[in-house]
């Protein structure tokens, strides 16, 4: 008789871990050396007890060792999973009811072990995370094949352990072995050396489209893009291999499964796939021609069948271009195609895509590429232009250049790898170099298809994906054009409404360029979910992407139809930051904390301007940008505590935690109690965003019966967030003052702040009413001595300042001369009515100077000028003198007026 403890020790294993509850009475009595019955849910002597411990601590031991693999390394074909040899026990016939439970345990342990084996290994990178991902891959491939067993009680714990694996380890949803597995179960009949048993058949069946079906859908909440991109390759690897059409089975399974905007019957709660972006980006990677600004509702299954039919027309236009290239011998490509064209790609400098093939008779590839390169540097250099580039033509080549590079990974030539190199770049960067929503639709159906064809692209595709996206930023493009003239509606009112220079105004191509950032961050957030959990290398460059997209100071648009987009980028954000519990990140955890504080001020950010709406005439949009919006809100809702942190916002080392004060933060500044603030910063955009969310909504459906109701937010809760506002911007504060208009006890929060911070705030004109009020005007506040120092605001602004109750005030007229002078004559003309008025108040001629002044450097303002005062004057008629009520209005300085403008 062994003893438990001596083998147990020897391999440093701890028995409570290895052994199932039950059967530790057992153990302890066959290691006393009793070999009498034993009762445990049944009876059971000493002898089997040993087995039984013998069988669970052989079966532990293979999933310890490493993972739970046989025979080889994993990367091998002949590798099998351990599983096979614990299930074989459950296979044995005629087994009593209390051995079979303690078989049935022994699984769950063993699968237990394996778990906790691979979550172990979460944190490695490189070989020993491929190692990892194989052994997930050969796991999960061995109970899908166990799902035909005839055992009914092996397919149920098969299937329970299947959805575990699928819970815990989502990377094995977009796992080709898998996916090939599950759908061979549909499709391939039930073993032909097992009895004929009709009601068998049907059960394992119904179990296999069952579980297929739950895998497409949930695959399919997680990934649209991706998981469309596998069974439209699936499709084509059928139609390769000339089989037939998809069987009845399969096609019962895909018919009925939709994806499209508004709510999906598939699947419910909040997942990936409700995003509006990432619904976009999902019809665009299935190659359906939709206007994606619309409501959509496409099948998968049809969809996917008509684009893997052209993936497969394309791939054959190669084939047969190959073959006639070899059959006449080659040809010379400078000849053909010309000298060659280079694409000057940002960072690489100009000619990197140069070729100068060395021999006359070149390689069937750099013909290909010549030509590949010739064509997308014309459609860069008509997009460059300003003109439209041809979306069917740019299609085409893009998709003949994606069937090049795949064919030549199923070739033997292994040559031209830096021309292959160089394609491939070139095929992630056209779409952001014409950014527009056409061209960013054929980039989502490429990458997806490169990446759903050949996985080991993606890191590649990932990596000049996200250079693209910061070159974006670099240059202001899309939801990075923060200038002010690319503000919308805002920027058409400046100097009237808003402060600044008039200036010109871009066309439309800056709305396209923002819809085509919208459906490239569904991209990568569908990338996000399929990596998230297997690929720490693509996980830092899509932090790469959300460091340089949240730099400081803030560098996003603030035109009305960017917020979506802008919302969905951040919340790509959180979604990033919230891995920093995943066992991948633990070494990251300093950063992802410093990045989530970016991606909060940045959210905040947004919020330092009025709000503004626009108007696309397109009722679905409008319903798209409050639920982005709401998705966030979502997410912010549920975003889980974060408990290590220390009062600076650090991971405290070895559980202590520093009483610091007055530290300085790189985002936030001068803190005092770092977890304290993070609370309310977060509160405050909770809030803000779903008063966004709501207002977007009315405005998606102003006449929708049926509105959440919100709780009243009390006074002292808004002073609250004011202080809060005002620390992380004074602009917050003051914009959200212009939210909440009859808050009292806000507006009284923020003329406080404003008026104990002047001195930090005087490049805000927004501010100038907090402090330059009647009040201020009676009392002679020191405060206006700020007035010389402040940026200018907008006219309408300052021509509040020439009304009665602010009597002509030296500093503040001389304010309002100064705002007025650094505008254009021409700007001003608008509020001609408003500045006559104003000469019935201007005792000191100050006004009057200033017209005169105008009318001399602008004709077409003297003219306006001449006609206002002409309508507000009238000659008297000889002999007849103007009454005193007239002369007190200032009719006699109107007429004198008119007289000096007419003589100018």
Not at 69 to 97: D, G, M
Not at 384 to 406: H, I, M, N, P, W
């Amino acid at each position: 008789m062994w003893k438990k403890c001596d083998i147990f020790v020897d391999h440093g294993i701890d028995e409570a871990e290895v052994v199932p509850d039950f059967l530790l009475p057992a153990l302890e009595e066959v290691d006393k050396g009793n070999e009498t019955e034993i009762v445990y849910e049944g009876q059971a002597d000493g002898v089997k007890a040993t087995y039984l411990l013998a069988v669970a601590f052989l079966e532990i031991i293979r999933f310890i060792s490493n993972g739970g693999i046989l025979n080889v390394h994993p990367s091998s074909t002949a590798s099998r999973s351990s599983f096979s040899c614990v299930f074989e026990y459950l296979k044995s016939p005629n087994l009593v009811p209390a051995v079979s439970q303690c078989l049935t345990a022994i699984v769950h342990r063993a699968f237990e072990t394996a778990l906790s084996w691979l979550e172990d290994q979460t944190s490695d990178s490189g070989r020993a995370s491929e190692t990892r991902e194989t052994t997930l891959s050969i796991h999960a491939c061995f109970l899908i094949k166990n799902l035909t067993q005839r055992d009914e009680h092996v397919r149920d714990i098969s299937v329970n352990l299947l959805n575990q694996f699928r819970d815990r380890f989502p990377q094995i949803l977009w796992n080709s072995s898998c996916l090939d597995s599950l759908l061979l179960s549909v499709q391939n009949d039930p073993s032909s050396a097992l009895v004929n048993d009709p009601a068998w058949v049907a059960t394992v069946r119904s179990l296999c489209q069952k579980t297929v079906r739950e895998w497409i859908i949930v695959s399919l909440s997680y990934a649209p893009c991706t998981s469309q991109g596998l069974l439209q390759e699936r499709l084509c690897i059928a139609n390769t291999l000339q089989k037939a059409q998809p069987t009845t089975d399969v096609v019962s399974l895909l018919s009925e499964i939709k994806i499209g905007t508004g709510k999906n019957d598939n699947w419910s709660g909040t997942k990936t796939a409700n995003i509006p972006a990432v619904i976009a980006a999902a019809a665009a990677a299935s190659g359906a021609n939709l206007k994606l600004t619309e409501a959509f509702n496409l099948e998968v299954l049809s969809t996917g069948i008509v684009s893997a039919n052209v993936k497969c027309n394309h791939a054959g236009e190669i084939a047969g271009m190959r073959r006639l290239y070899e059959t006449i011998g080659g040809v010379d490509p400078m000849s053909a195609f010309g000298n060659g064209q280079s694409l000057d790609l940002p960072g690489y400098g100009p000619g990197a895509l140069t070729q100068n093939p060395q021999s006359k008779n070149g390689s069937f590839c750099e013909v290909l590429l010549t030509r590949f390169v010739r064509l997308l540097q014309k459609f860069v250099n008509t997009a460059e232009k300003g003109d439209e580039v041809d979306k069917s033509s740019f299609r085409e080549t893009c998709s003949q250049a994606t069937a090049l590079l795949l064919s030549y990974l199923g070739s033997d030539a292994k040559s031209n790898i830096e021309s292959f190199s160089q394609l491939l770049r070139l095929l992630c960067w056209c779409p952001a170099y014409i950014l527009t929503p056409d061209a960013m639709e054929t980039g989502i159906f490429i990458w997806t298809w490169l990446v759903s064809a050949a996985p080991q692209f993606g890191p590649i595709i990932l990596a000049e994906l996200v250079d693209a996206w910061l070159w974006t930023v670099d240059t202001r493009r899309g939801l990075f054009a923060s200038e002010a003239r690319y503000s919308g509606p805002a920027a058409k009112l400046r100097p009237h409404l808003q402060p600044g220079e008039p200036e010109l105004l871009p066309g439309n191509g800056h709305v396209d360029q923002i819809m085509a950032h919208r459906l490239w961050i569904g991209f990568f957030i569908d990338r996000f979910e399929v990596v998230r959990q297997d690929s720490v290398e693509q996980l830092l460059l899509l932090g790469r992407l959300l460091q340089g997209s949240t730099k400081l100071p803030w560098n996003f648009t603030h035109h009305p139809c960017a917020t979506g987009t802008f919302f969905t980028l951040m919340l790509l954000g959180l979604k990033f930051c919230s891995c920093k519990s995943q066992g991948s990140s633990q070494n990251f955890r300093t950063g992802l904390q410093l990045l989530e504080d970016r991606i909060y001020r940045s959210a905040l950010g947004w919020f330092s301007h009025k709000p503004d709406w626009f108007d696309m005439s397109n009722n679905n949009f409008a319903l798209s940008e409050a639920q982005s919006v709401s998705v966030f809100v979502h997410h912010l809702l549920n975003e889980p505590l974060d408990t290590q942190l220390d009062t600076k916002g650090q991971v405290p080392e070895n559980g202590s935690s520093n009483d610091a004060k007055d530290q300085y933060h790189p985002v936030w500044g001068k803190i005092e109690n770092y977890a304290a603030g993070k609370e309310k910063r977060k509160q405050l955009l909770l809030m803000l965003s779903q008063h966004e969310a709501d207002r977007l909504e009315v405005w998606a459906h102003p006449v929708a019966k049926e509105s959440a109701l919100r709780p009243k937010i009390s006074s002292e809760k808004m002073v609250d967030y004011a202080k809060t506002a005002f620390a992380v911007d004074p602009r917050i504060a003051l914009a959200l003052a212009s939210r909440f208009p009859t808050n009292n006890a806000l507006k009284g929060e923020v003329t406080q702040l404003v008026q104990s911070h002047i001195l930090e705030i005087r490049n805000i004109p927004e501010a100038l009413p907090y402090f330059v009020t009647p009040k201020a005007i009676d009392e002679n506040s020191s405060l206006l001595q700020q007035l010389p120092h402040w940026a200018a605001a907008s006219i309408t602004m300052v021509l509040d300042f020439l009304t009665p109750p602010y009597k002509g005030h030296p500093r503040v007229m001389a304010y309002v001369l100064r705002v007025l002078e650094s505008y254009p004559p021409d700007s001003v003309t608008f509020f001609m009515p408003q500045l006559v008025q104003a000469l019935r108040y201007d005792d000191e001629k100050l006004v009057q100077g200033y017209l005169l002044r105008a009318t001399t450097r602008s004709d077409v303002f003297a003219h306006i000028l001449i006609w206002m005062l002409q309508g507000e004057t009238c000659e008297p008629e000889a002999g007849v003198e103007l009454s005193p009520e007239a002369a007190a209005k200032g009719e006699t300085s109107l007429i004198a007026l008119l007289g000096l403008a007419m003589f100018n």
